[in-house]
T-cell receptor, first 114, second 112 residues
């Protein structure tokens, strides 16, 4: 089966600019996650969707980050305006809830804010 | 929320030797403990997991042990090979939570 697709793979922007990441989960996976992975750290959950509804966005910096999942499939994560500390890899993952909590991750988008 | 600590942060082993990574968790209600392997430029991939109703699980050269009383679990890799070189993450999840709290990761280097 096709894996989780993410784009772009790399992005370099200046601080205060905006950026958007796109994710296409594995077909049929109801749950979609966005994680932030800062260099040298483990992934940190930003937001979790169940179909097109938000389950948990408690760790999402809502003053600058936003995410949506239209029609319960693709998702976009946006940062506006970006800060230097937003430099990280943004990982999208999906899971087939009925089979437990196995997460399938995409390759991630490496964001560098200069 | 759940807090997962992982040690060591880096581990260098001779090819053929064993590698052990240890994690502790804070929430006694957590009942699912997976391990993910992340190779350079890729997303993490599940390699093994264990639920709280068992104490040990093996899959070929990898095994995971769980001590619920002490709230810690470990990953054991035997007969290490160069392709085992990667970053390994432990994680924990509470019942019906469907989200994982990850440790900080262990960079494993297998020397030929």
């Amino acid at each position: 089966e096709a894996g989780v697709a993410q784009s772009p793979r790399y992005k370099i922007i200046e601080k205060r600019q905006s950026v958007a990441f796109w994710c296409n989960p594995i077909s049929g996976h109801a749950t979609l996650y966005w994680y932030q992975q800062i260099l040298g750290q483990g992934p940190k959950l930003l937001i979790q969707f169940q179909n097109n509804g938000v389950v948990d966005d408690s760790q999402l910096p809502k003053d600058r980050f936003s995410a949506e999942r239209l029609k319960g499939v693709d998702s976009t994560l946006k940062i506006q305006p970006a800060k230097l500390e937003d430099s990280a890899v943004y990982l999208c993952a999906s899971s087939l809830e009925t089979k437990g909590i196995t997460l399938f991750f995409g390759q991630g988008t490496r964001l560098t804010v200069v | 929320g759940e807090n997962v600590e992982q040690h060591p942060s880096t581990l260098s082993v001779q090819e053929g030797d064993s590698a052990v990574i240890k994690c502790t968790y804070s929430d006694s209600a957590s009942n699912y403990f997976p391990w993910y392997k992340q190779e350079l430029g890729k997303g993490p991939q599940l390699i093994i997991d264990i639920r709280s109703n068992v104490g040990e699980k093996k899959d070929q050269r990898i095994a995971v042990t769980l001590n619920k009383t002490a709230k810690h679990f470990s990953l054991h890799i035997t007969e290490t090979q160069p392709e085992d070189s990667a970053v390994y993450f432990c994680a924990a999840s509470r019942p019906n939570d469907y989200k994982l709290s990850f440790g900080a990761g262990t960079t494993v280097t297998v020397r030929a």
